[in-house]
Every structure is written in structure tokens, then in C-alpha cells.
Nanobody, 124 residues
Framework: QVQLVESGGGLVQAGGSLRLSCTAS????????MGWFRQAPGKEREFVAG????????DYADSVKGRFTISRDNAKNTEYLQMNSLKPEDTAVYYC?????WGIGLMTGDYELWGQGTQVTVSS
């Protein structure tokens, strides 16, 4: 069973950058489609970005296109979310997630595995 652990969250000023990491235990990381979701206070958890098992397919929410970049290093069992030009509305708990099925899912129910979340706070 793969377990996911996020790191890299924190407090940053608007316009700044952060890089989130998600490290997975287990030998089958390279077979999973990976993703990032976020949940702001009082809001539903929403899709941010996804990446296929061999990084051939990427997908982003419209709200982060051009600012966020998802990537993965299968040799290190790690996926990343580089976040640039951060805005106060990006403030949320960010969750790493994984699914064994084909394709990048956009719904929380598409994913089987979740990390514990890491807080990202963007001040204005």
C-alpha cells in the first residue's frame, strides 16, 4: 500500500513562490496517476493539477494554469507542485493524491490515496 506525505507548505506574500513535494512509500509509485487538490476554509476540495504515471499527460485547473507546474520523479517516488505568482485566493490546505486507474481524474472520488495535507497561506 502506498502512503503519501506532503511537505513544503508555508506562509508567503502575494506574488511569491512555493514548491510542494509529495513523497510516496511503496514500490508501485511509478504506476500511479498523481494529483494535487486543495481545500479552502468553508469550501469543497477542488482539483488543482494532475500528472499521468510517466508524466506524458498533465492537466490543470483553469485558476492555476500558467502559474503552477506539476511534475514527478519516479526514481525518487516524489511528485512536485511548483507554485508561482501566488495569490491570496490560493490559500488552502493542499493534498497530494494518487489513483491506480487510467487518466487524470478531476473529482475527489477518482482517487484512492490521500496525504495528510499541507497548509499554504498567501498574504496580501
Amino acid at each position: 500500500q502506498v502512503q503519501l506525505v506532503e511537505s513544503g507548505g508555508g506562509l508567503v506574500q502575494a506574488g511569491g513562490s512555493l514548491r510542494l513535494s509529495c513523497t510516496a512509500s511503496g514500490r508501485t509509485f511509478s504506476t500511479y496517476t498523481m494529483g494535487w487538490f486543495r481545500q479552502a476554509p468553508g469550501k469543497e476540495r477542488e482539483f488543482v493539477a494532475g500528472i499521468s504515471s510517466r508524466a506524458g499527460t498533465l492537466d490543470y485547473a483553469d485558476s492555476v494554469k500558467g502559474r503552477f507546474t506539476i511534475s514527478r520523479d519516479n526514481a525518487k517516488n516524489t511528485e512536485y507542485l511548483q507554485m508561482n505568482s501566488l495569490k491570496p485566493e490560493d490559500t488552502a490546505v493542499y493534498y497530494c493524491t494518487a489513483r491506480s486507474g487510467w487518466g487524470i481524474g478531476l473529482m475527489t472520488g477518482d482517487y484512492e490515496l490521500w496525504g495528510q495535507g499541507t497548509q499554504v497561506t498567501v498574504s496580501s
